[in-house]
């Protein structure tokens, strides 16, 4: 897929480039808006991290994560926002593979420190890899109850049919795995495009793991 330099703001819907995203989130009246409305509590430690994949720059996502939430929470997010088909196994690592891993109970707050980056591997054969970083973080009170806040995600990189040109809303995976295609294709021509061993085209969505395994798109929001 082609690369996609921007992302919108899931809090008011400002688009702007994966670089000044933060700093947009950092001004955002809406962002303002939400903390100084947030329920009264005991302050922690929240962390803003930066969600890469691995292979494709033009997916990424900004979370805001409880200081006290553990990786395991972190993995849950991502299989179902991004990457769950099968049941895979995972791990994160510093490193990637050959790295060192890092247990799924330890704590957010524990794990990033002085600019750490882990590697998240979701499935140990056909892998996503997905790099995870700090890119700032607050003291105060959560905006949720859910342990991680969307604060921001890339858009849906642009991909054209295959067989005409228009904007492509289906994959065909035979022609990705076997026939050295994109396989990408309209709503008009994913009509008449079956294949045998691959089942019908599927509906492109916002990830990195489309084409992969079984993948077939994300839970149900929220996540």
């Not at 992302?7 to 808006?33: D, F, S």
């Not at 593979?97 to 979701?122: M, N």
């Given at each position: ?177 076997e026939w050295d295609s994109p396989g990408t294709l309209c709503t008009q021509h994913a009509k ?32």
């Amino acid at each position: 897929m082609p690369k996609s330099a921007k992302g919108r703001c899931t809090l008011c819907a400002h688009e702007t480039t994966k670089g000044v995203m933060v700093k947009h989130l950092a001004n955002c009246p809406r962002r303002q808006e939400q903390l100084a409305n947030a329920a009264s509590g005991k302050p922690q430690t929240l962390i803003h991290l930066r969600v890469q994949d691995g292979y494709q720059n033009a997916f990424w996502l900004d979370v805001e994560v409880r200081g006290t939430a553990t990786l395991r929470e972190i993995d849950s997010y991502l299989r179902r926002i991004w990457l769950e088909c099968c049941g895979h196994m995972s791990k994160f690592t510093v490193g990637g593979w050959g790295g060192r891993d890092v247990a799924q109970s330890r704590r957010v707050d524990a794990v990033f420190t002085d600019d750490v980056e882990l590697i998240h591997i979701y499935d140990f054969g056909t892998e996503s890899i997905t790099r995870i970083k700090t890119v700032g973080s607050r003291h105060g009170t959560p905006v949720s109850r859910q342990p991680i806040v969307l604060l921001s995600r890339n858009l849906a990189p642009e991909t054209s049919c295959v067989e005409c040109d228009e904007p492509a809303s289906h994959l065909c995976r035979e022609c990705q795995s076997e026939w050295d295609s994109p396989g990408t294709l309209c709503t008009q021509h994913a009509k008449s495009h079956p294949h045998d061993d691959y089942g019908q085209p599927i509906e492109i969505v916002n990830s990195p793991r489309m084409g992969l395994c079984g993948y077939d798109g994300p839970a149900d929001p929220p996540y």
